[in-house]
């Protein structure tokens, strides 16, 4: 088993993508690290 505990600053990441986008034959997404804090939560993935 590889220790990641150097190299990881998040719990788990996941690649968020548009949906609507996705149907039209485009992925649109962007990597993002959770836990997120909470100020970012509405703010930041509006632009996904």
């Given at each position: 088993?590889?220790?990641?505990?150097?190299?990881?600053?998040?719990?788990?990441?996941?690649?968020?993508?548009?949906?609507?986008?996705?149907?039209?034959?485009?992925?649109?997404?962007?990597?993002?690290?959770?836990?997120?804090?909470?100020?970012?939560?509405c703010?930041?993935?509006?632009?996904?």
């Open positions: 088993m590889e220790d990641l505990s150097d190299s990881r600053d998040c719990a788990f990441e996941a690649f968020i993508t548009n949906l609507g986008k996705y149907n039209e034959g485009y992925l649109v997404g962007e990597w993002v690290k959770f836990p997120i804090p909470t100020f970012m939560t703010s930041e993935n509006t632009r996904i």
